[in-house]
């Protein structure tokens, strides 16, 4: 089993080192009165995090003037490792001309299609990560026992 003394917590340059590596997340934003999470493609960008979207309820969450956080995974199979980055912070429309030219050239592509003309930029408050091994699916197994059970009802 892991202990928390097996968990490596990531700086900075780590996470975002590892979020390079990537380019799906899990964007968690506040809707009306509710927490909602959306997957999305991202790239990072100068330090920050963007991403391609359409109208609806993920960028009137991400735009609402509330923080927004952005969590992405990894799995390295040679090392048995896995890793999970978060980044906090506003989320803005990108609007000015010159970084609009800037952002249609990055090498950012949504899985879904429909109108995607919206660039929105995260700029990260906070940026936490940690890194630990996976342990093996037998550790979760319980053991047979002899205690009877009651019969299905």
Avoid at 33 to 48: C, K, M, R, S
């Amino acid at each position: 089993m892991t202990t928390p003394e097996d968990v490596e917590q990531l700086s900075v340059d780590a996470c975002w080192s590892l979020l390079r590596t990537t380019s799906l997340g899990r964007l968690a934003v506040w809707v009306e009165d509710h927490p909602d999470i959306f997957p999305l493609n991202f790239v990072v960008d100068q330090g920050t995090v963007v991403f391609r979207t359409g109208e609806g309820s993920k960028v009137l969450g991400a735009l609402s003037g509330t923080p927004v956080a952005l969590e992405a995974d990894g799995y390295d199979p040679a090392t048995g490792q896995a890793w999970s980055v978060v980044v906090k912070g506003p989320a803005r429309t990108i609007t000015e001309v010159h970084d609009v030219m800037d952002t249609v050239d990055l090498p950012l592509f949504p899985w879904q299609g429909g109108d995607k003309s919206r660039f929105v930029r995260i700029v990260p408050g906070v940026v936490t990560g940690r890194r630990f091994t996976v342990v093996d699916a037998s550790a979760w197994q319980t053991l047979p026992s002899d205690l009877r059970r009651a019969p299905l009802e």
